[in-house]
């Protein structure tokens, strides 16, 4: 070994690289949260200062009732389109192109709703007691009953939604709340 040499350029380079390991490592550690489940959304807002407002509405819990009363004007929207179609195919100055065109808008309400219906009841045999889902033309929402997903729940979730559509995984929602 050369006098007046400290470090070699191999162990030059170590240590830069021992460093970015640790500069990583601390990113990591600074960035990541255990304490969050998969699915678990919160609602933030900005004042004036740049802090976190509370929303006026309760996103963490809701009454058992929500999901009855969800439920039932679910059950009177579908109702009155339904109705509104009836109406639309007893005109007499519709042609048949128009009356098709209203057979197939009750034929997707009737098949959503039938989809509706049994993905929340095979969620409810997947043990959660209370589910809401709202399927759309290109998404699913789904609420249910839950101190927090965990990634099993939110995949058994996902994989009876995609069994009976086809939603992608991409335009599918998941609401826990207490």
Known sequence: MKKGKVFTKGQAILVVMVLCLGAAVWLN??????????????YVNADDQGG???????????????????????????????????ETLRSSSLTDEEKASAV?????LVKRMEQESNIEALLKAKDFADALVVIGDKDVNVVVRSDGLTT?????????????TNIPLANIKIVAVK
């Not at 550690?29 to 919160?42: I, R």
Request: net charge negative; no cysteine; hydrophobic share 35%.
């Open 104 to 108: 197939d808008a009750v034929t997707g």
């Open 52 to 86: 976190v407002v509370a929303t006026s509405a309760k996103a963490d819990t809701l009454d058992k009732d929500y999901f009855e009363t969800a439920a039932k004007e679910r059950a009177s929207n579908l109702k009155k389109q339904q109705e509104t179609v009836e």
């Open 29 to 42: 550690m600074k960035f990541s949260s255990n304490e969050k489940y998969l699915g678990e959304a919160a």
């Open 152 to 164: 099993t729940q939110t995949l058994r979730i996902q994989d009876i939604i995609t069994s009976q």
